[in-house]
């Protein structure tokens, strides 16, 4: 079995994807951890020495790598992911279980304006300008998100609600 879990930062996809792992007895792979891990560096540091392009094509291989090779896994893909290099298609024909981890943009802001630190891409994006960034973000990757096979709708939803919407629809 192989799930893959798309969504914006901040929905919860690695949080979730361990859980669901854990409660199917499937290994968990984070793609950008796997990303790290095969390449030596991490995702900040790619993009600072190499440049997004690299970053693209590595990530592309690195995804169809996982989605070959890898039996009995939830993958929780980045952000962006789906949105680059045909790789939503790549994954929509790895799986029947490609599921978009749907979360609103004030629940993202309230998540993201406390881990922003940690997320290159809004660090310098003040409080009152994320929800403008959020929703252009969004509706920019709307597009690749919901063509996932099953959509979750989170709203505040506990992290085992979640989970359990996942299991309930599992192919």
């Known amino acids: 079995m192989k799930i893959v879990?798309?969504?914006?930062?901040?929905?919860?996809?690695t949080t979730v994807g361990k859980l669901l792992a854990k409660n199917k007895n499937l290994n968990f792979i984070d793609l950008d951890e796997y990303i790290e891990e095969s390449e030596g560096k991490t995702i900040p540091e790619i993009f600072e020495q190499?440049?997004?392009?690299?970053?693209?094509?590595?990530e592309f291989h690195y995804l169809q790598e996982v989605l070959l090779h890898k039996d009995n896994v939830v993958l929780?893909?980045?952000?962006?992911?789906?949105?680059?290099?045909?790789?939503?298609?790549v994954m929509l024909s790895a799986?029947?279980?490609?599921?978009?981890?749907?979360?609103?943009?004030?629940?993202?802001v309230s998540r993201l304006s406390l881990e922003k630190e940690h997320r290159p891409l809004i660090k310098n994006i003040s409080d009152k300008e994320m929800p403008e960034f959020i929703g252009k973000h969004m509706f920019e990757r709307s597009y690749f998100y919901t063509k996932a096979?099953?959509?979750i709708?989170?709203?505040?939803?506990?992290?085992?609600?979640?989970?359990?919407?996942?299991?309930?629809v599992l192919v």
């Open 5 to 13: 879990l798309v969504g914006y930062m901040g929905s919860g996809k």
């Open 50 to 58: 190499k440049g997004e392009i690299y970053f693209r094509k590595k």
């Open 76 to 89: 929780s893909t980045g952000g962006g992911t789906p949105c680059y290099a045909g790789n939503m298609e």
């Open 95 to 108: 799986t029947e279980n490609v599921f978009y981890i749907k979360v609103g943009i004030s629940e993202l």
């Open 149 to 151: 096979h099953h959509t």
């Open 153 to 168: 709708n989170v709203h505040n939803n506990t992290v085992s609600e979640v989970v359990e919407s996942i299991s309930d």
